[in-house]
């Protein structure tokens, strides 16, 4: 079969998550306890990932602004290792802002590859290029080092400090778009 990718580089593949195929690899993920240390509590079953993966796809597929939670596929395997998004921030009530955030979920067993590196860079040209985002953003709990480096790797520049997102106190990261115009 043929894989028809949304953003392809030379090891991975970024596609939309399907749920009713995905659920297993994605609970490698979102079930990992150790994986989801810096971002909320594992999902408890394959059930309430399957759930989580229907929710994103039907969130993203509505919106047109270019913006999701994709799959990150390993071409040599085929298999679901991770996510890659970008979405618009959230305040702390969760309404979103008009900043923009990338970020990136990986199997732990995927973990030190490069993998989170490579698809960032992609979607980080995607977001400049395609969508001529301004800036943007990577939210990072200070104390995940590994996800800091992925954001030193992609030339983000720390920006100290936050608790304007998601309710708690994040480092956060920007990447100017060399190629758009800032207002001074």
């Known amino acids: 079969m043929v894989q028809q990718w949304l953003f392809e580089t030379e090891r991975l ?9 995905d659920t297993d690899s994605a609970f490698a993920i979102y079930g990992d306890r150790e994986v989801m240390h810096f971002i909320r509590e594992p999902d408890p079953d394959h059930r309430a990932v399957q759930k989580r993966l229907e929710e994103m796809t039907h969130k993203y597929q509505g919106r047109n602004n270019g913006t999701g939670c994709w799959a990150i596929v390993e071409k040599t395997t085929q298999v679901a290792i991770g996510s890659i998004l970008l979405v618009q921030l959230p305040d702390n009530q969760g309404q979103a802002t008009e900043d923009y955030e990338i970020g ?34 990577a939210v990072v709990n200070p104390d995940n080092l590994a996800s800091v480096r992925v954001t030193q790797r992609l030339g983000m520049i720390p920006m100290g400090l936050t608790q304007k997102y998601y309710g708690v106190e994040l480092a956060l990261f920007g990447l100017e778009n060399e190629k758009c115009d800032h207002p001074s």
Request: proline letters at 5%; hydrophobic letters at 35%; zero cysteines.
């Open 104 to 137: 990136w979920h990986l199997r732990g067993d995927r973990w030190g590859k490069g993998y989170a590196t490579e698809a960032a860079k992609e979607i980080l040209n995607y977001g400049f290029q395609s969508l001529q985002l301004p800036i943007i953003y």
């Open 13 to 21: 593949g970024i596609r939309h998550w399907q749920p009713d195929r």
